[in-house]
């Protein structure tokens, strides 16, 4: 149980163009879901934190008009990056939380993004 | 500032060892740590939970500490196969819900 799938597993844009990343939770309600980035040989960076039906929270340093996050249900969040660069190229990864703070957090397999 | 670490980028051992993994924290009290397993290309996957008024926890092979005396956690696995070569990271969270993740430490068991 707990799955959570993140679709596409990869995808190259040209730069300028948006590209949508999508995260569910396959057989949980997820009250609240993450994104990071990770670069390579270093550790994920949380990105914003969304929590259903309400605008997501921010880290520090993330552009949230350039990094649109939806979290319109309890089983889907969206992660837009808007008129994108080479410098946004990353692996982008969702987790899904179904309970308490404490609850293991259940990731997805990852988007790596190639912008050209 | 508040800072995780993990002991070292990465460690390699020999099979049939014990590797020992380190978190360490500094200007910070994490309510509880959680250690995950990543493969390459992909998420991380949950190993272990242990809170702060815990010392010890285990799992099969996987057996976690955590000293807030020495502001130190722990993450063993015993009988080690080729199979365990992984990056491995250490996610402490605080009494506000806030996260911290370990940059993780990348195991490799040579047969």
């Known amino acids: 149980g707990a799955v959570v799938s993140q679709h596409p597993s990869w995808v190259i844009c040209k730069s300028g163009t948006s590209v949508k990343i999508e995260c569910r939770s396959l057989?949980?309600?997820?009250?609240?879901m993450f994104w990071y980035r990770q670069f390579p040989k270093q550790s994920l960076m949380l990105m914003a934190t969304?929590?259903?039906?309400?605008?997501?929270?921010?880290e520090q340093g993330v552009e949230k008009d350039k990094f649109l996050i939806n979290h319109a249900s309890l089983t889907l969040s969206t992660l837009t990056v808007t008129s994108a660069h080479p410098e946004d190229s990353s692996f982008y990864i969702c987790?899904?939380?179904?309970?308490?703070?404490?609850?293991?957090?259940?990731f997805g397999n990852g988007t790596r993004l190639t912008v050209t | 500032s508040q800072k995780i670490e993990q002991n070292s980028e990465a460690l390699n051992i020999q099979e049939g060892k014990t590797a020992t993994l380190t978190c360490n924290y500094t200007?910070?009290?994490?309510?509880?740590l959680q250690w995950y397993r990543q493969d390459p290309g992909r998420g991380p996957v949950f190993l272990l939970l242990?809170?702060?008024?815990?010392k010890e926890k285990r799992k099969e092979r996987l057996k976690v500490t955590f000293d807030t005396t020495l502001k130190q956690s722990l993450f063993h696995i015993t009988a080690s196969q080729p199979a365990d070569s992984a990056t491995y990271l250490c996610?402490?969270?605080?009494?506000?819900?806030?996260?911290?993740f370990g940059a993780g430490t990348r195991l490799t068991v040579k047969p």
């Open positions: 987790s899904a939380r179904a309970g308490a703070s404490n609850s293991p957090l259940h």
């Open positions: 057989d949980f309600q997820a009250t609240t």
């Open positions: 969304s929590n259903e039906g309400s605008k997501a929270t921010y």
């Open positions: 200007n910070y009290s994490p309510a509880y």
């Open positions: 242990i809170r702060e008024n815990e």
């Open positions: 996610v402490q969270r605080g009494h506000n819900n806030d996260m911290r």
